[in-house]
T-cell receptor, first 111, second 117 residues
Framework: RKEVEQDPGPFNVPEGATVAFNCTYSNSASQSFFWYRQDCRKEPKLLMSVYSSGNEDGRFTAQLNRASQYISLLIRDSKLSDSATYLCVVGRRNYGQNFVFGPGTRLSVLP | DAGVTQSPTHLIKTRGQQVTLRCSPKSGHDTVSWYQQALGQGPQFIFQYYEEEERQRGNFPDRFSGHQFPNYSSELNVNALLLGDSALYLC????????????????FGQGTRLTVV
């Protein structure tokens, strides 16, 4: 079993739709959590950090459930420009390897 | 403030050759991690350098080696290239000194796309 797993995708949604991404992680020692966005043939870029209290940034809402070891990302009113691959990333404190990436879920927002 | 820079951006090598990829971290960052991203997959951790030493390593063979210089820049070397080494190689930098390592985001370079033929 992979340490970080995500919905296999791809997700094809119309503009304006709400889309939810799910992620689970297996290492209970994970301490920090992020969603990264990666455009085709580009490097990953931080979308948002994820906190236990949940956090929102405009149309994007991230939630963390430590007990279930589950992370989610909700995108409301999706735009064409949201088309990308979304990577779930967990960080482990006091380990040399800071970050473990999920395989990513590709989103295509259609006009 | 320059972000993470990698060179070259693209590279084509023949099986059995050796390759060196370079990375300059973001200003103020002293920790450099290297990742391999095959097409359609998430980045896979290769190793991390801090204070010029390899601090942690992922499941990659010894053909993959690295180095960090006093100015925190880093190199990734791959010997005896295989077709399966074709991938996007990403360098990520983060502040390591005096921080809880997992708390801070990593900043990525644009990557080096290596094609082995």
């Amino acid at each position: 079993r992979k340490e970080v797993e995500q919905d296999p995708g791809p997700f094809n949604v119309p503009e304006g739709a709400t889309v939810a991404f799910n992620c689970t992680y297996s290492n209970s020692a994970s301490q920090s959590f992020f969603w990264y966005r990666q455009d085709c043939r580009k490097e990953p870029k931080l979308l948002m950090s994820v906190y236990s209290s949940g956090n929102e940034d405009g149309r994007f809402t991230a939630q963390l459930n430590r007990a279930s070891q589950y992370i989610s990302l909700l995108i409301r009113d999706s735009k064409l420009s949201d088309s990308a691959t979304y990577l779930c990333v967990v960080g482990r404190r006091n380990y040399g390897q800071n970050f473990v990436f999920g395989p990513g879920t590709r989103l295509s927002v259609l006009p | 403030d320059a972000g993470v820079t990698q060179s070259p951006t693209h590279l084509i090598k023949t099986r059995g050759q050796q390759v060196t990829l370079r990375c300059s971290p973001k200003s103020g960052h002293d920790t450099v991690s290297w990742y391999q991203q095959a097409l359609g997959q998430g980045p896979q951790f290769i190793f991390q350098y801090y204070e010029e030493e390899e601090r942690q390593r992922g499941n990659f063979p010894d053909r993959f080696s690295g180095h960090q210089f006093p100015n925190y820049s880093s190199e990734l070397n791959v010997n005896a290239l295989l077709l399966g080494d074709s991938a996007l190689y990403l360098c990520a930098s983060s502040p390591g000194r005096g921080t809880n390592l997992g708390d801070t985001e990593a900043f990525f370079g644009q990557g080096t796309r290596l094609t082995v033929v």
